[in-house]
């Protein structure tokens, strides 16, 4: 499957977009042109006024606050009048535009957000509220027929199946949530941003591989001692993934571990619906790069795919774009597409 550029593929002339991607910790804003081939340069970033940033709020201020920020956001000089606003968001989110969870925004718990309603009547353009995943997965099915599933290995994860030309969804939202799978059912099990224990994000996750990191470290403190890792006062993901990368013998191994679930997963996909292709994203696996991949297959061939040899279960994961555009360039690509199939209705 042919991996599209900052541009997501093919552009047609004519709408600027405003487009943002409202993560865990990092909301991102810019603007998307058809006619001028895709996302421009000057994306803004900022933190989220969520969880990470104002800790041990109510889940109803939190709320309050992001859809503060996001208004905000797209009030700004050079972000106002644009032909439409299209927010990909870190949670299941309706047909409608409302968003009903957000574990790694505001954390567990909480009413449904009807975000979209929310802003639509604030902002003088049409607003389309999706999931992150689903706007990331436009980047790549817009431009190729093959079916595929987008995984998302960052603070959380999370994936979404593009399979006929559309996100595989029901009208709740429901599908793609990978990351809140029970894997590990023991009652100490690792607890997850929602609040349930065992998910896959608690274990296979960027925050999961660093919570396995510490736990290792206290299991084995010699080893621990003797690794890259070692010497920092508190190593982060950042430090984690370069260990891997030069081959630290402790880092790899944990990493390796938190693998085991991750290929569960993607063996549990494909033998239900025969996926076979797996695009990686998200911030802490592109850091690790190729040897995330490398490490990914070895474990998918180790566990099997049923009916596939060794050789094809190993080649069914690939990297995504080495960016953090995909939230942003598929939100344009769907918005885009979106306007011009209601302009045409208008025609008619």
Known sequence: MALPGRDGGPARAGRRITVMDVGGTTLRVGAFDAGA??????VRRTPVDGLARFPGEPVEALQRRVV?????????????????LCVAFAGPVDRDGAVRGAPTVWGGGGGVLPLGELLAARLPVPVLV????????????????????????????????????????????HGGELGHWTYD?????????????????????????????????????????????????????????AAVRAGDPFATEVLRGTLVPLAAAIGGVFASIGIRRYV??????????????????????????????????GAMVVLGADDDDHGLIGAGLLMDRRLGAAAREVAV
């Open 37 to 42: 081939g895709g996302l421009l340069p000057g």
């Open 130 to 173: 999706v999931n992150d995943l689903t706007a990331a997965a436009w980047r790549y099915g817009a431009a190729s027929p093959e079916p595929f599933c987008l995984l998302t290995i960052s603070s959380g994860i999370g994936n979404k199946v593009f399979r006929g030309g559309e996100v595989l969804l029901d009208d709740e939202g």
């Open 185 to 241: 059912r023991s009652p100490d099990a690792p607890p997850c941003d929602c609040g349930g224990r065992g998910h896959l994000g608690a274990l296979a996750s960027g925050r999961g591989v660093l919570a396995a990191v510490r736990r290792a470290a206290l299991a084995d403190p010699a080893g621990y001692a003797r690794s890259a890792l070692g010497g920092l006062p508190e190593p982060g993901n950042p430090a984690i993934a």
């Open 280 to 313: 990686l994203m998200g911030g802490f696996a592109l850091a690790v790069g190729e040897r995330y991949r490398e490490l990914l297959a070895a474990e998918l061939v180790r566990q099997g795919c049923f009916g596939l040899t060794d050789a094809e279960a």
């Open 68 to 84: 503060e920020q996001i208004a905000r956001e797209a009030g700004r000089p050079g972000v106002a009048g644009s032909d439409g």
